[in-house]
């Protein structure tokens, strides 16, 4: 009973069957190969945007703090939720490759605010030179607790950060879990709503390891190249992870994967329902966030549950504690998974 990551699954057969069609001979590296020029050209066809510039990098860390440099100079700083994956769980990468840039946190949860977010960007430059230069926003889709941002809540937010002159970046780790959930095209979901830079995710949705940033205005761009090679995420045999996106892209089996893995977490949800539990979110996405007693999460892992506590550890309190697991599915968790793992709550 796997849910600890969408990071840890399988990767599907038609990735490594890619990855054995491109292993094949001799071709020009460091992303000068015809593969790869034509997978950068079906995710700006993806996205309806023929003039964007994109790129492929292994990392999400290397998607969104690259593309963060390119937005913010060191003497900045990103706007971001208190829960951003870049303030998060990026291990000041954002920081290191801006050459400083500081991190901004917009009060509230999860999803910015609008409203916040006008007040804490008007707050800056308070100090003029004894203070950081406002720079770009970001939002992570989905937020690292599970829920989504709607079209309209974007479009809000692009509009405050706008009126300031400055550009929003979209970190879309498991983007494509939010564009099914919504119903929307990748379009939809970032410059249609006014976001400048996305992040299309791969590898929590079932890729070895690749992440597309894009770019709707190139003019963003223009350090991107260089700063890719000198943070060490451009690679020579670039073919493979352009490999990767060219079965990701193919019969839109990105969607496809999305759908399993949402498809999973709502039928845990619809499992779990009835068991006493206390739900924390929706189901946006793949990720659940429930509340049960310490003992419920010690009897689950003793019988082979996997999963992350969000709050408190399973030694060092009473058993009726309440605590937070975080659940999360992958496009490959099965019926039987959810199933087992519903039994065994029950049953605790």
Not at 142 to 166: K, P
Not at 318 to 323: A, F, H, K, R, V
Request: net charge negative; charged share 20%.
């Amino acid at each position: 009973m796997f849910f600890a990551s969408d990071n840890c699954g399988a990767v599907p057969p038609q990735v490594i069957e890619a990855l054995a069609r491109a292993n094949e001979g001799s071709v020009p590296g460091y992303g000068a190969d015809t593969l790869s020029h034509d997978v950068c050209d079906r995710i700006r066809a993806l996205f309806e945007a023929p003039e964007a510039a994109v790129y492929l990098v292994p990392t999400g860390t290397a998607a969104n703090s690259l593309a963060l440099a390119c937005l913010c100079p060191p003497f900045a700083t990103v706007f971001c939720s208190p829960v951003a994956h870049i303030q998060t769980d990026e291990c000041n990468a954002p920081e290191f490759f801006t050459s400083g840039a500081k991190l901004t946190l917009v009060p509230g949860g999860d999803r910015i605010d609008p409203e916040a977010l006008r007040w804490t960007i008007a707050a800056e430059e308070a100090r003029g030179v004894h203070g950081p230069e406002r720079g770009p926003v970001s939002i992570t889709q989905l937020t690292e607790r599970g829920n989504i941002y709607s079209a309209g809540h974007v479009s809000a937010i692009c509009d405050v950060a706008h009126d300031f002159g400055l550009p929003v970046h979209m970190d879309g780790a498991r983007f494509s879990n939010a564009c099914v959930k919504l119903g929307l095209t990748p379009a939809e979901m970032t410059w249609k709503a006014g976001v400048d830079v996305a992040v299309f995710g791969g590898t929590k949705n079932g890729l070895m390891g690749v992440e597309a940033v894009i770019f709707f205005d190139p003019a963003h761009a223009t350090q991107f190249e260089r700063r890719r090679k000198r943070g060490a995420h451009l690679f020579s045999k670039h073919r493979y992870l352009a490999a990767q996106m060219d079965a990701y892209l193919r019969d839109d089996l990105w969607r496809d994967m999305a759908q399993r893995a949402n498809g999973a977490c709502d039928q845990l949800a619809q499992g779990l329902k009835g068991a006493g539990l206390e739900f924390e979110n929706e189901t946006w996405g793949n990720m659940l966030f429930v509340r049960m007693p310490r003992g419920v999460h010690r009897a689950l892992h003793e019988k082979g549950a996997f999963y992350s506590l969000w709050d408190g550890t399973l030694e060092g309190g009473p058993e009726d504690e309440m605590l937070t697991g975080r659940l999360v599915c992958g496009w490959n968790t099965t019926a039987e998974e959810v199933s087992t793992l519903t039994e065994a709550v029950r049953a605790a």
